[in-house]
């Protein structure tokens, strides 16, 4: 006996769609579904948008769970495209309205328009702020292989790029496909279990960003809002060097953010981290630990080379009363990794440098998880 069509629509309830992670049945994708007596499935699925970057999976999922299915004998699936009211109702479903979430630009957390999720009582999600004070330390390397490994312990990870002039992370996560844009609800494009969110998806090859403080104010709102994020358990903000106008917006757009100080062995970096840290706390932000990157080097002998000096790591956490997360080597295939989007703790997770990221990710996941910070009976004006 053939499948009958209500057992159809149940059978794709549990398929998801891969952006945007809900059910395809309850996101109203599923159409025409009928059935011939031989046990044959013809359906259509309609899109979000056209030439949706992945209708292969969709194609692979929803054959998935029909074809288990033993009285399905095939499945004919075909596309459609939503129309714009649909598109929209899409967006209202995972998104929210804009327009109920309005509120002001303050220290409550509040952008001119939709609220800050990352910033309400009852977020489940950790901001951590990855921040150097100086460029050149590695600070956006540090990141993506940081994301790369709290997304391998099975957490679900985003990344934003507010290192607006210098960004970098699209490239290093390897995640080179634009984001898709739905009804002004932007999906971030994935790579290796992480998204991403960065201005270079937005400037054409080569252009440099000349922008003043409020579009980078701006830019850093539409990051936190317009993103569709779906409520991460992290979202690691890369952050520009210095303490400037995107620290100060973000302190405010993440008020429960959790400050990193990346630095080198060398004194002069440690001066400058210091720096950044002294701005955290000028911003009521916590710093929760240090990161020293290019710590040593082996050469072919096998020996340790200190080629930045040594200590500058671990004076800095004594003296911010935090700890030293990790030592982290200065490796070729580190740098190769973020120059071609293969992250070594992705490709290569047994390695010594992946292995420190990864130990580093298990003590922020556990070790270093803030006791809760909002009472459930606490309202934020």
């Known amino acids: 006996m053939p499948i009958a069509v209500e057992q159809v629509i149940e059978a794709l309830r549990p398929v998801q769609d891969p952006e945007l992670h809900r059910s395809i049945v309850d996101l109203g994708m599923v159409r025409d579904v009928e059935v011939s007596a031989a046990g044959v499935v013809t359906l259509t699925v309609v899109l979000t948008i056209v030439g949706c970057p992945l209708r292969n999976e969709i194609t692979n999922r929803v054959n998935g769970a029909l074809r288990a299915d033993p009285s399905v004998s095939d499945v004919n699936l075909t596309f459609g495209v939503m129309t714009d009211a649909e598109r929209e109702n899409v967006r209202r479903i995972v998104h929210g309205d804009a327009a109920s979430s309005a509120g002001s630009q303050t220290a409550h957390g509040h952008a001119e328009g939709r609220s800050i999720p990352f910033a309400q009582p009852g977020s489940k999600t950790r ?57 002004q609800m932007l999906l971030p494009p994935e790579a290796w279990g992480v998204r991403c969110i960065s201005i270079g998806y937005f400037v054409p090859d080569g252009q440099a960003v000349v922008w003043r403080g409020p579009m980078l104010h701006k830019a850093l709102e539409q990051f936190l809002t317009d993103v569709y994020w779906d409520e991460p358990d992290f979202l690691l903000v890369d952050m520009p060097p210095g303490t400037g106008d995107i620290a100060l917006s973000l302190s405010q757009y ?18 400058v981290a210091r720096l950044s840290a002294a701005m955290a706390e000028k911003v009521n932000l916590t710093v929760r630990g240090v990161i020293e990157n290019m710590s040593w080097f082996t050469g072919d002998d096998g020996k340790k080379y200190e080629i930045f000096g040594s200590g500058g790591g671990q004076e800095l956490a004594d003296e911010l009363n935090v700890p030293l997360l990790a030592q982290i080597p200065l490796l070729n295939a580190l740098r190769e990794g973020g120059d071609d989007g293969h992250p070594i703790t992705a490709v290569d997770p047994t390695s010594e440098t992946a292995m420190i990221f990864h130990q580093m990710a298990e003590r922020i996941a556990t070790e270093l998880k803030p006791k809760k910070i909002f009472s459930s009976a606490l309202k934020i004006s």
């Open 127 to 183: 901001p951590l702020l990855i921040s150097s004070g100086k460029g050149g330390v590695g600070k956006s390397s540090v990141t993506t292989n940081l994301a790369v490994a709290l997304a391998a312990r099975g957490h679900s990870v985003g990344i934003v790029d507010a290192d607006i002039y210098g960004f970098s992370i699209p490239r290093m996560l390897g995640a080179d496909r634009d984001p898709v844009a739905i009804d």
């Open 254 to 271: 993440l008020p429960r953010a959790e400050v990193y100080v990346v630095t080198t062995p060398q004194q002069a970096a440690q001066k």
